[in-house]
């Protein structure tokens, strides 16, 4: 089975950086594209941003655009997510999740990821 584990979370100002990793195992982490999705305390899970098998495209939520960058080593099977000019609002468990398949056909669909690590807390404060 596929196996995701986020670390990285914290405690961090605001206006502060973080950077999250997401280790991943049990197939061939090169070829399947990658995604974080986050929870806000009382809110929904919502899209953060995705990137391809290769790297070479990129999505991302229009409230981080600018902020944050998602990234990949396939060599060392990892994703991670760079993220800038943290705010209050981004207070939330972020949670890395890949595809059934290689590609998603809707990269922004939190249907299309069926795996999903345990997720990471991150706490942005005043």
């Known amino acids: 089975q596929v196996q995701l584990v986020e670390s990285g979370g914290g405690l961090v100002q605001a206006g502060g950086s973080l950077r999250l990793s997401c280790a991943a195992s049990?197939?061939?982490?090169?070829?399947?594209?990658m995604a974080w999705f986050r929870q806000a305390p009382g809110r929904e899970r919502e899209f953060v941003a995705a990137i391809s098998w290769s790297g070479g495209s990129t999505y991302y939520a229009d409230f981080v655009k600018g902020r944050f960058t998602i990234s990949r080593d396939n060599a060392k099977n990892t994703v991670y997510l760079q993220m800038n000019s943290l705010k209050l609002e981004d207070t939330a468990v972020y949670y890395c999740?890949?595809?059934?398949?290689?590609?998603?056909?809707?990269?922004?669909?939190?249907?299309?990821?069926?795996?999903w690590g345990q997720g990471t807390q991150v706490t942005v404060s005043s």
């Open positions: 999740v890949t595809p059934k398949s290689p590609s998603p056909r809707l990269w922004r669909s939190i249907d299309e990821y069926p795996y």
């Open positions: 049990g197939r061939t982490f090169g070829y399947y594209a």
